[in-house]
């Protein structure tokens, strides 16, 4: 398998990008343990040295610099010395720094050690002079996906060393000091330019701290053929959903046929979040869209899409053929914001909740047991914060583990989860979970979240299941978010509204194969 997956997208608006597996360390533990009695241990170890030293051989720009080849004291430095190896046969100078103890190391890694040894290669026990700037390249084997603790002492030196260097650096599994199921940094962590994974994609690659690390991942499977040993929880989220989720519009059909969204928010000084809600289902293709607004000063015509009815929120929540209702954008945590959510939740349509609807879940027992015995679908969208508050935990906590967080507010509340952030994690109450590998920092923006909950309830009004629908709008506002990056030459400024346009030009071009 060879996938490259860019840690920041800047290619054309729609592009066919594969659904990818995603095991955790544990998983992947599971299938080096599963393909042994095939394929050997060692074996496997001498596939991925393989793949990673072909990868850098293709990395090197000069071949006349000498390459550096960091080896830790695990299995990781065990892939590094084979990568070594290799590229020392090529006739690459090759030079290997080892951070560990032959005595200490496992039977295979040992044994990559001695061949290293064996083809007439040498060992340094710290960084080589002169400077690092004089190498081409920078192969980071410290530490792998079993690390658990912070670096510190030598391996953060080493570590240091490489980030201030400006030498291109190819991490193997996983950037060292990055974890693997989290994506959070211990202590400090490399800033690859490159990571080559083995076996699969590992969470901490596609969230929270990784894609700032992790630079461009390559896949190599190693030949195995991982879904067969182990069935996946988790996937990315492939492009290829946007063609899937709707089918082309048939010419016999009329704004009836393409269901009718509300949105019940908007209270006194925020009925712009309504209006972008609003405006964004419009935008991909409902056929009717009522914004309730809560405020008694509401507008009562949008003078930019004068095509939405505006409403009173009891006229909203009164209505009996909505497809589906968005609840929370700018509704506040007000008593009557209060009610209005029990109203919502009390409906048999469709839910898409986000923001004030979410914090005020969170604060009321009530309302979660409300919420929890819901027979209709409900897709719940927060960010971090939401999360903690919606579980009763720390926002630290939500950020230690993105997937595992996800996966039980799903399982809690009986509904499909977008946890926002970067690699947005979308997980469904039978404990699978998708991560979505589009966006960038011009998200980080006021009224980005509004505008994500009206793409979400159009997909499901227009039929799409409530979680194909989240993992197809988290994966869509990304996609029109990357287009706008290209289009501005950066994320500087970027705002919800234009994401909205984008997303519409986008999924246009998904489903009937227009320029993208």
Same mark, same amino acid.
């Given at each position: 398998?060879?996938?490259? %997956?860019?840690?920041?997208?800047?290619?054309?608006?729609?592009?066919?990008?594969?659904?990818?597996?995603v095991?955790?360390?544990?998983?992947?533990?599971? %299938?080096?343990?599963?393909?042994?009695?095939?394929?050997?241990?060692?074996?496997?170890?001498?596939?991925? +040295?393989?793949?990673?030293?072909?990868?850098?051989?293709?990395?090197?720009?000069?071949?006349?610099?000498?390459?550096?080849?960091?080896? +830790?004291p695990?299995?990781?430095? /065990?892939?590094?010395?084979?990568?070594?190896?290799?590229?020392?046969?090529?006739?690459?100078?090759?030079?290997?720094?080892?951070?560990?103890? $032959?005595?200490?190391?496992s039977?295979d890694?040992?044994?990559?050690?001695?061949?290293?040894?064996?083809?007439?290669?040498?060992?340094?026990?710290?960084?080589?002079?002169?400077?690092?700037?004089?190498?081409?390249?920078?192969?980071?084997?410290?530490?792998?996906?079993?690390?658990?603790?912070?670096?510190?002492?030598?391996?953060?030196?080493?570590?240091?060393?490489?980030?201030?260097?400006?030498?291109?650096?190819?991490?193997?599994?996983?950037?060292?000091?990055?974890?693997?199921? #989290?994506?959070? !940094?211990?202590?400090?962590?490399?800033?690859?330019?490159?990571?080559?994974?083995?076996?699969?994609?590992?969470?901490?690659?596609?969230?929270?701290?990784?894609?700032?690390?992790?630079?461009?991942?390559?896949?190599?499977?190693? +030949?195995?053929?991982?879904?067969?040993?182990?069935?996946?929880?988790?996937?990315?989220?492939?492009?290829?959903i946007?063609?899937?989720?709707?089918? *082309?519009?048939?010419?016999?059909?009329?704004?009836?046929?393409?269901? #009718?969204?509300?949105?019940?928010?908007?209270?006194? /000084?925020?009925? /712009?979040?309504?209006?972008?809600?609003?405006?964004?289902?419009?935008?991909?293709?409902?056929?009717?869209?009522?914004?309730?607004?809560?405020?008694?000063?509401?507008?009562?015509?949008?003078?930019?899409?004068?095509?939405?009815?505006?409403?009173?929120?009891?006229?909203?929540?009164?209505?009996?053929a909505?497809?589906?209702?968005?609840?929370?954008?700018?509704?506040? @945590?007000?008593a009557?914001?209060?009610?209005?959510?029990?109203?919502?939740?009390?409906?048999?349509?469709?839910?898409?909740?986000?923001?004030?609807?979410? &914090?005020?879940?969170?604060?009321?027992?009530?309302?979660?047991?409300?919420?929890?015995?819901?027979?209709?679908?409900?897709?719940?969208?927060?960010?971090?914060?939401?999360? *903690?508050?919606?579980?009763?935990?720390?926002?630290?906590? %939500? @950020?230690?583990?993105?997937?595992?967080?996800?996966s039980?507010?799903? &399982?809690?509340?009986?509904?499909?989860?977008?946890?926002?952030?970067? +690699?947005?994690?979308?997980?469904?109450?039978?404990? $699978?979970?998708? %991560?979505?590998? #589009?966006?960038?920092?011009?998200?980080?923006?006021?009224?980005? /979240?509004? !505008?994500?909950?009206?793409?979400?309830?159009?997909?499901?009004?227009?039929? *799409?299941?409530?979680?194909?629908?989240? $993992?197809?709008?988290?994966?869509?506002?990304g996609?029109?978010?990357?287009?706008?990056?290209?289009?501005?030459?950066?994320p500087?400024?970027?705002?919800?509204?234009?994401?909205?346009?984008?997303?519409?030009?986008i999924?246009?071009?998904?489903?009937?194969?227009?320029?993208?």
């Open positions: 398998m060879h996938s490259p %997956i860019s840690a920041l997208r800047t290619v054309s608006a729609f592009q066919a990008v594969p659904a990818l597996p095991y955790r360390t544990d998983e992947v533990r599971r %299938i080096e343990s599963l393909a042994q009695s095939s394929a050997g241990s060692t074996n496997l170890m001498e596939r991925a +040295g393989l793949a990673a030293a072909q990868l850098a051989r293709e990395l090197i720009a000069d071949s006349r610099k000498p390459v550096l080849v960091l080896a +830790g695990g299995n990781n430095g /065990g892939d590094a010395f084979v990568v070594a190896r290799h590229l020392k046969q090529w006739w690459h100078r090759v030079q290997v720094v080892y951070a560990g103890e $032959r005595t200490k190391l039977a890694a040992a044994a990559a050690f001695d061949a290293w040894s064996a083809a007439g290669g040498e060992t340094l026990a710290e960084l080589p002079h002169p400077a690092l700037a004089s190498c081409g390249l920078i192969v980071d084997g410290l530490f792998g996906i079993g690390l658990e603790r912070p670096l510190s002492g030598l391996y953060a030196e080493l570590v240091a060393a490489v980030n201030a260097s400006g030498v291109p650096a190819l991490a193997l599994d996983i950037p060292s000091g990055l974890h693997a199921d #989290s994506g959070g !940094v211990l202590g400090c962590a490399v800033r690859a330019r490159h990571t080559i994974t083995f076996i699969a994609l590992k969470p901490g690659l596609l969230t929270l701290d990784g894609p700032d690390h992790c630079g461009e991942l390559h896949v190599r499977d190693l +030949g195995l053929d991982v879904v067969a040993l182990l069935a996946p929880r988790g996937m990315t989220i492939g492009s290829a946007l063609r899937a989720v709707l089918p *082309a519009r048939s010419r016999n059909s009329h704004k009836g046929t393409f269901g #009718s969204v509300g949105i019940v928010g908007g209270a006194t /000084g925020m009925t /712009g979040a309504a209006l972008l809600a609003a405006r964004a289902a419009l935008r991909l293709g409902s056929g009717r869209v009522y914004a309730g607004f809560l405020a008694a000063d509401a507008p009562s015509l949008d003078p930019s899409q004068p095509e939405l009815m505006l409403r009173r929120v009891e006229d909203v929540l009164s209505m009996d909505l497809s589906c209702l968005v609840l929370g954008p700018g509704l506040s @945590q007000s009557e914001a209060k009610r209005c959510v029990e109203r919502a939740l009390a409906l048999e349509a469709p839910l898409v909740i986000d923001a004030d609807a979410l &914090n005020l879940i969170g604060a009321h027992a009530g309302l979660q047991d409300l919420c929890n015995a819901r027979s209709a679908a409900t897709v719940m969208t927060p960010h971090p914060a939401e999360a *903690a508050r919606l579980s009763g935990r720390s926002t630290g906590d %939500i @950020q230690s583990d993105r997937v595992g967080a996800a039980w507010l799903a &399982n809690r509340y009986r509904a499909v989860i977008a946890l926002k952030g970067v +690699g947005t994690v979308v997980a469904i109450p039978d404990g $699978r979970y998708d %991560i979505n590998t #589009s966006g960038n920092p011009g998200l980080a923006s006021a009224g980005m /979240g509004d !505008v994500l909950s009206g793409l979400l309830a159009a997909l499901i009004a227009e039929g *799409a299941s409530a979680a194909d629908a989240a $993992r197809a709008a988290v994966h869509l506002h996609l029109a978010a990357d287009q706008r990056y290209r289009e501005l030459g950066g500087i400024g970027m705002t919800a509204s234009e994401v909205g346009d984008a997303a519409r030009e999924l246009n071009a998904a489903i009937y194969g227009g320029p993208g």
